[in-house]
């Protein structure tokens, strides 16, 4: 009878261990599976987020064959979907340019398609669209006489614009340097220097 009771016994602490081993197992499957799909949230994480900054431009505007070249600065702020994708909009000035007779303040809102070439290094190339208040002096335009119609003239004047560039990377800033393309009243060439910080 005790002898039965023993077998009894040691056949259910091996039940209770095959028992638990594959629970044991399943705990351990799905904590690698709950760190599996954590590693590209994490990821994801890290490469979206807002970001704000400043910027300093060397702006070349033409019209009708009198040029004049500037330095403006602009406010920045942005968010970034991804490593390849952001959205970005900023206030700009585009300096004095007293050849032309101009002067103004604008607004641009734009997107930006990112590849990475280096770990930290991209370039990207950005599609948007500008909004800008002209100030026009016409007694200091050399561009203009008397008898021309279609000139500078005072106001707000829109256009879409595109951009190419690259950019670094170093922990929470970005250093951006583009080329930007406008046509406005005056075609405009814009090479700008970005500082961007990530929050």
């Known amino acids: 009878m005790i002898s039965n009771n023993k077998n009894n016994n040691q056949k259910q602490i091996v039940t ?4 638990s081993i594959p629970s044991f197992k399943q705990s351990g499957l799905i904590l ?3 760190a599996v799909l954590a590693m590209p949230v994490h990821a994801n994480v890290l490469d979206s987020g807002f970001y ?8 070349s505007a033409e019209e009708k064959g009198q040029s004049s070249r500037e330095n403006g600065f ?12 952001s ?22 809102l734009s997107i930006i398609g990112s590849y990475p070439v280096l770990e930290n290094f991209s370039v ?26 279609e000139t500078l003239q005072d106001g707000r004047d829109s256009s879409i614009y595109y951009a190419f560039g690259a ?14 393309l406008v046509d406005l009243d005056a075609d ?9 910080y990530h929050f």
């Open 167 to 180: 950019k670094y990377k170093l922990n929470n800033w970005t250093l951006v340097f583009k080329n930007s």
């Open 188 to 196: 405009m060439d814009i090479f700008s220097l970005q500082a961007h």
């Open 16 to 19: 209770d261990l095959n028992l």
């Open 32 to 34: 690698f599976s709950m």
């Open 52 to 59: 704000a900054g400043f910027g300093i431009a060397n702006i």
């Open 87 to 108: 959205a970005e909009t900023s206030l700009f000035n585009l300096g004095d340019h007293t050849d032309l007779g101009m002067k103004g303040n604008g607004a641009s």
């Open 124 to 149: 990207f190339g950005e599609l948007g669209g500008m909004s800008v208040d002209l100030e026009i002096d016409e007694s200091k335009n050399l561009s203009y006489s008397g008898t021309d119609t």
């Open 74 to 85: 602009s406010l920045i702020g942005g968010y970034s979907f991804s490593k390849y994708f």
